[in-house]
C-alpha cells in the first residue's frame, strides 16, 4: 500500500532528487517536482526523475500565474513530460485556469489557493477576505473552470472539501508530525488531522527529507493516519 503522500524533491541536486525518488517513489502516491528542481535540471532531469517513479505519480509543481496565452503556452511546452498533476495559481482568474485545462488534456490541473506560508496579514494587502473564505471561492471557481485537484492548506480541507465534492482530488501542504519544525509553513496540521478532514494526499517535503530514516518516517505517518 503506497502512502497518501506526495514526496516535495526540494534538493540542491539532481543526483539527491534522483536517489531520492529510487529509494522512496515505491512508497508514496506522488513524487512532486518544483522550482528549484525544475529550473535547475529542466525537462531532461524531471525525465531522469520520471524513469524511476515506480508507479508513483509525476506531480509537477510550477504554480503557472500569467495571462492566459502566456499560461497555455507554458503548459504546451511541458505536455512532453506528460506529468499526471500540474500546479497553477487559482488567482490566475477563470480565463487563466480553463486554458490550463483546455491546453493540459489528460494532465490534471490543480489550482493552489492561498499558499500555505501565508498568514490572515500577508493576505490582507490584497483583500479584505478572511482566507478561508477566499480559499473556498478560489476553489470553486477553479472547478467551474475544470481543474482536477486543488490544493489549499489543512486548515481549509473540511470547507473545500464540502464545496467541492468527492471528484476533486485534495491536495495538501503544510503538513508536519507533532515533533517537526513548522520551518517557514504557517497554516500546518499533522498527517491524521489532515486526513480526517478530507484530504487525498499530504505534501511533504522537509519533515521527510531532513530523516536520516525517510521510509521509516513514510512509515510513521501512515500509522499515525492509521491510528486516528
Ligand atoms: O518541506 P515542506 O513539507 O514544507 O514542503 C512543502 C512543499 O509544498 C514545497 O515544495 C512547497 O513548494 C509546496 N507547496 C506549499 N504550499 C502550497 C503549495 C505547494 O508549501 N500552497
Given at each position: 500500500?503506497?502512502?497518501?503522500?506526495?514526496?516535495?524533491l526540494d534538493v540542491p541536486t539532481l543526483l539527491q532528487a534522483t536517489t531520492y525518488t529510487q529509494q522512496l517513489a515505491g512508497h508514496v502516491a506522488m513524487i512532486k517536482v518544483g522550482l528549484q528542481s525544475y529550473l535547475?535540471?529542466?525537462?531532461?532531469?524531471t525525465l531522469q526523475i520520471?524513469?524511476?517513479l515506480q508507479?508513483?505519480?509525476?506531480f509537477l509543481d510550477l504554480k503557472l500565474h500569467d495571462i492566459p496565452q502566456t499560461v497555455a503556452g507554458a503548459v504546451k511546452s511541458i505536455k512532453q513530460l506528460n506529468p499526471d498533476v500540474l500546479t497553477v495559481h487559482a488567482v490566475g482568474g477563470s480565463e487563466m485556469l480553463k486554458a490550463a485545462?483546455?491546453?493540459a488534456g489528460d494532465i490534471d490541473i490543480a489550482a493552489v489557493t492561498i499558499l500555505t506560508s501565508l498568514t490572515q496579514s500577508d493576505v490582507s494587502v490584497f483583500s479584505d477576505h478572511q482566507i478561508a473564505d477566499l480559499v473556498q471561492r478560489l476553489a470553486e471557481s477553479a472547478v467551474n473552470a475544470g481543474c482536477r485537484a486543488i490544493v489549499c492548506s489543512p486548515h481549509e480541507v473540511k470547507q473545500v472539501r464540502a464545496v467541492v465534492g468527492d471528484q476533486i482530488r485534495l491536495i495538501v501542504p503544510g503538513v508536519r508530525m507533532p515533533a517537526d519544525a513548522a520551518d517557514d509553513q504557517r497554516r500546518i496540521a499533522t498527517p491524521a488531522q489532515t486526513v480526517a478532514a478530507g484530504a487525498?494526499?499530504?505534501v511533504m517535503g522537509r519533515s521527510i527529507l531532513g530523516s536520516s530514516t525517510p521510509i521509516e518516517q513514510i512509515a510513521?505517518?501512515?500509522q499515525s493516519i492509521e491510528a486516528r
Open positions: 500500500m503506497r502512502a497518501p503522500i506526495a514526496i516535495a535547475r535540471d529542466g525537462n531532461p532531469g520520471k524513469e524511476n508507479g508513483a505519480e509525476l485545462v483546455e491546453t487525498d494526499i499530504l510513521k505517518v501512515v
